[in-house]
T-cell receptor, first 114, second 115 residues
Framework: EAEVAQSPRYKITEKSQAVAFWCDPI?????LYWYRQILGQGPELLVQ????????DSQLPKDRFSAERLKGVDSTLKIQPAELGDSAMYLC????????????FGPGTRLTVT | AQSVTQPDIHITVSEGASLELRCNYS??????LFWYVQSPGQGLQLLLK??????LVQGIKGFEAEFKRSQSSFNLRKPSVHWSDAAEYFC?????????????FGAGTRLAVHP
C-alpha cells in the first residue's frame, strides 16, 4: 500500500539553529500539506501545495518558516532559526487532487528544540 | 468560521466495554466529516468519513459514526473496545476556504483502555 514518507522521524536541535524536514507524498498525489501538531492539540495546517505552487500559507510563520515543492513531487519544510516554541510534531499529508478532502498522512517528524 | 469541538480530552474505558467519542462541528453548509486515529508517535490514520447519504457510516477496525445534523454532531462509536484501540482520536470537518479544500481538526480525545 502506498504511503507518505517523512524524514527524519525525530530531530533534536538547539534554538537558533536551522532544521529541515522532508516529505515524499503518495505517487501521483497533486496536493501536499504540511501540518504542525503541538502536544495535546489537533494538527494545524501550515502550508498547502497544489503541484509546485503554494495555494495556502496563511498560517505559516514566514519570518522563520519556508516550504518548497520544486518539481511538484517531494517537499521540504525549513525552520531558521528554530525557537523553543517550535517543538512539535510536523506532519505531511497528501491527497490525489485539490478537490478531494481525503488526506493521507505520513508518520511525522517529532522536533525538539533545546 | 468552521470549527470542531471534542468535549472530552481524556476517556478511560475497560476492555470489552462500549465506546462513544463526541464531536460537534460548526459549518454553514453540508459538512464533510472525518474521524482519524493517531497512535503514539505516529501519523494519522483515517477511520471513516461522511460525505452524504446514510447518516450511519462504517469504518475500519469496527468503528462507526453517526451524523446528526440537528445536533451538529458526528460521534464515533465502537461496541467493544480492544486494548489496541488506545490512541488519540481526532474529528475533522472539511472546509472550503480561499478557493481550496482543507481539514479543520478538533483538539482530540485521548483514549485509555484498562484490561
Amino acid at each position: 500500500e502506498a504511503e507518505v514518507a517523512q524524514s527524519p522521524r525525530y530531530k533534536i536541535t538547539e534554538k537558533s539553529q536551522a532544521v529541515a524536514f522532508w516529505c515524499d507524498p503518495i505517487s501521483g498525489h497533486a496536493t501536499l500539506y504540511w501540518y504542525r501538531q503541538i502536544l495535546g492539540q489537533g494538527p494545524e495546517l501550515l502550508v498547502q501545495f497544489q503541484d509546485e505552487s503554494v495555494v495556502d500559507d496563511s498560517q505559516l510563520p514566514k519570518d522563520r518558516f519556508s516550504a518548497e515543492r520544486l518539481k511538484g513531487v517531494d517537499s521540504t519544510l525549513k525552520i531558521q532559526p528554530a525557537e523553543l516554541g517550535d517543538s512539535a510534531m510536523y506532519l505531511c499529508a497528501s491527497s490525489a487532487r485539490q478537490s478531494s478532502y481525503e488526506q493521507y498522512f505520513g508518520p511525522g517528524t517529532r522536533l525538539t528544540v533545546t | 468560521a468552521q470549527s470542531v469541538t471534542q468535549p472530552d480530552i481524556h476517556i478511560t474505558v475497560s476492555e470489552g466495554a462500549s465506546l462513544e467519542l463526541r464531536c460537534n462541528y460548526s459549518y454553514g453548509a453540508t459538512p464533510y466529516l472525518f474521524w482519524y486515529v493517531q497512535s503514539p508517535g505516529q501519523g494519522l490514520q483515517l477511520l471513516l468519513k461522511y460525505f452524504s447519504g446514510d447518516t450511519l457510516v462504517q469504518g475500519i477496525k469496527g468503528f462507526e459514526a453517526e451524523f446528526k445534523r440537528s445536533q451538529s454532531s458526528f460521534n464515533l462509536r465502537k461496541p467493544s473496545v480492544h486494548w489496541s484501540d488506545a490512541a488519540e482520536y481526532f474529528c475533522a470537518v472539511g472546509a472550503f476556504s480561499g478557493g481550496y479544500n482543507k481539514l479543520i481538526f478538533g483538539a482530540g480525545t485521548r483514549l485509555a483502555v484498562h484490561p
